[in-house]
């Protein structure tokens, strides 16, 4: 099925929109393959197949190759925007984008439209910082707070580890509370690229064809050769530098607006859970 994205004649499309159309293990790569073969028209096809997506598996596999083009999770919020979007689906979608590091602006606010609560994208300033800080302090719950990091939504927990317990790809952050002022925790969840730890810089390219590529920067093969490897799945990318658009760096693999769909009080539970030790 994958093989007839790559095929321009008519017959091959027919084939594909009448396997998209049919209940089946066909119909996910059908829609999938139909969206590779003509993105414009195929982000239809997998804002329907996300409505109706049964497991969280699928809802991978369906935004797989979105996340990969340029412009297309802009695409998509349009369509969400047209054809409605329901909160359980927004949380899934909201936990992949958090799960990718992604900080699509558009998508972010439809999903935040959905889901009835949204913070907006906050500025940076001292002030703020120490207001967050006294709410932490005075209302926060570290209790609950550990409840947030390990939640399916915040995602925290797939990328940090606490006590021998999480992910990986982000600094441990057993220790983070003796370890850092309060205010560069704060400004660490908040605003991730003001100060980045030594290590976890990303890389993102964008190729001429239109993917988008973000992941930590091995090596380079040979002079012609990028090589990244993806944090998420561990998977390396090669990029031949001739396939190369731009190629952007200094960039934090942890979201800009992780915290956009929190609630105030999970945003304070959550700062008192990192800040125990202060």
């Known amino acids: 099925?994958?093989?007839?994205?790559?095929?321009?004649?008519?017959e091959s499309l027919s084939t594909l929109k009448w396997l998209s159309s049919r209940d089946g293990e066909s119909k996910l790569s059908a829609t999938i393959s139909l969206y590779r073969r003509d993105p414009e028209d195929g982000i239809y096809g997998i804002a329907q197949s996300l409505a109706v997506a049964e497991t969280q598996e699928e809802v991978t596999a369906l935004l797989d190759p979105v996340f990969e083009r340029s412009g297309a999770t802009v695409a998509l919020a349009n369509v969400f925007k047209e054809s409605g979007l329901g909160p359980d689906l927004a949380k899934r979608v909201t936990r992949e984008l958090h799960e990718r590091g992604r900080s699509d602006e558009v998508l972010q606010q439809t999903l935040a439209k959905s889901l009835g609560a949204d913070r907006g994208r906050l500025e940076y300033s001292s002030a703020l910082?120490?207001?967050?800080?006294?709410?932490?302090?005075?209302?926060?719950?570290?209790?609950?707070?550990?409840?947030?990091?390990?939640?399916?939504?915040?995602?925290?927990?797939?990328?940090?580890?606490?006590?021998?317990?999480?992910?990986t790809i982000g600094p441990d952050l057993t220790n983070v509370g003796k370890g850092l002022s309060a205010e560069i925790i704060v400004e660490s969840l908040l605003w991730p690229n003001r100060q980045i730890k030594e290590g976890y810089v990303a890389t993102a390219v964008s190729t001429v064809d239109g993917r988008i590529e973000t992941g930590y920067l091995v090596k380079r093969a040979n002079e012609k050769t990028l090589v990244l490897k993806d944090a998420r799945t561990g998977r390396l990318i090669y990029l031949a530098r001739d396939e190369i658009d731009q190629q952007q760096q200094a960039l934090s693999l942890m979201p800009e607006g992780l915290t956009r769909l929190m609630t105030t009080r999970e945003l304070h539970d959550l700062l008192a859970y990192l800040l125990q030790g202060h």
Not at 1 to 10: G, P, Q, T, V
Not at 147 to 164: G, K, L, P, T, Y
């Open 1 to 10: 099925i994958d093989a007839l994205a790559h095929f321009d004649d008519a």
């Open 129 to 167: 910082v120490q207001q967050l800080l006294n709410g932490a302090r005075s209302q926060g719950d570290a209790t609950r707070g550990a409840n947030v990091f390990r939640s399916e939504f915040s995602q925290c927990h797939r990328c940090h580890r606490i006590a021998e317990q999480g992910g």
